[in-house]
């Protein structure tokens, strides 16, 4: 649905992209993150249309978005960080002026009415703009890149300034759209973004630090399940039985938790909790604590920016 083929772009002397590519497959809901400067906002720029690059090219359902941008925007809704209001109109009055604007070639009044209950502004539609709480009016800014169905949904940061209801009912509604929708979601809640996608993509220093599903990113990424675990016992005695288990790949020692209570990470190729409490049980140790295993997203997040750089010596 999107492709990003081979994007370089320079400010200057100041390399922003890379040679950045990366592709969207329909029905995905993709977390596009980086650190201030990382050249996350130019990326974003450059697909929507609003910036050009150096060089390479995007494709949104397989329109060129610098040969052939009209096609390709049609495709594209884009709902940026300061939602593009006129805040002196109606909800309604707005969204008329936008369809008219976007050439929306749909039944206007049904149109409309269909995406106020999308987003569920409904009860809102006469009222006036700059009367509206920050939740609603970036409701009011998803319905206009609605405006169209658009196959293709960009949003960037929808949940700034939201309070923690807002930000609970956003997720929702994004994870709605998605059921419908191809979506880029770029964030700097991090949490948002585990919560929403079910793919990453990390940028930092121009170009594309991390990529994959949410899952095997904050997981393993191996195909493999790790579960941790703090068992009362003999330590040694512990660690042996562990390893001895039908299946387990490694066993990783973490040290004392409490007095008498070790930690492990127990790494395997199929389901072996069962395994594990049977096997424990003849060791006359006790299993205080057993849940599968992962990075936070944060985690990860820090990990890979860090890393990188101190291999180059700093952010740009």
Known sequence: MIKVQHLTKRYGHRLALDDVSFQVKKGDILGFLGPNGAGKSTTMNIITGYLSSDSGEVLIDGQSILENPREAKTRLGYLPEQPPLYNDMTVRKYLEFMFRLKRVQLPMREHIGTICQTVHIEDVSERIIKHLSKGYRQRVGLAQALLGDPPVLILDEPSVGLDPTQIIEMRK?????????????????????????????????????????????????????????????????????????????????????????????????????????????????????????????????????????????GNQ
Do not use: W
């Open 173 to 313: 509604l994004i994870r709605e759209l998605g059921q419908n929708h191809t979506v880029i979601l770029s964030s700097h809640v991090l949490t948002e973004i585990q919560a929403v996608c079910d793919k990453i993509i990390i940028i930092n220093n121009g170009k594309i630090a991390a990529e994959g599903k949410t899952d095997e990113l904050t997981g393993t990424g191996k195909g493999t399940t790790v579960i941790r675990m703090v068992i009362e016992g003999r330590e040694q005695g512990i660690y042996a039985a562990l390893k001895n288990i039908d299946g387990v790949i490694n066993v990783s020692r973490l040290g004392e938790a409490e007095k008498g209570c070790y930690e492990f990470l127990v790494e395997s190729q199929k389901d072996i909790r069962r395994l594990i409490y049977r096997t424990i049980a003849k060791t006359d140790s006790n299993i205080l604590l057993l849940q599968p295993a992962g990075h936070s997203l944060e985690e990860l997040f820090l990990s890979i920016i860090s890393g990188q750089n101190n291999e180059t010596g």
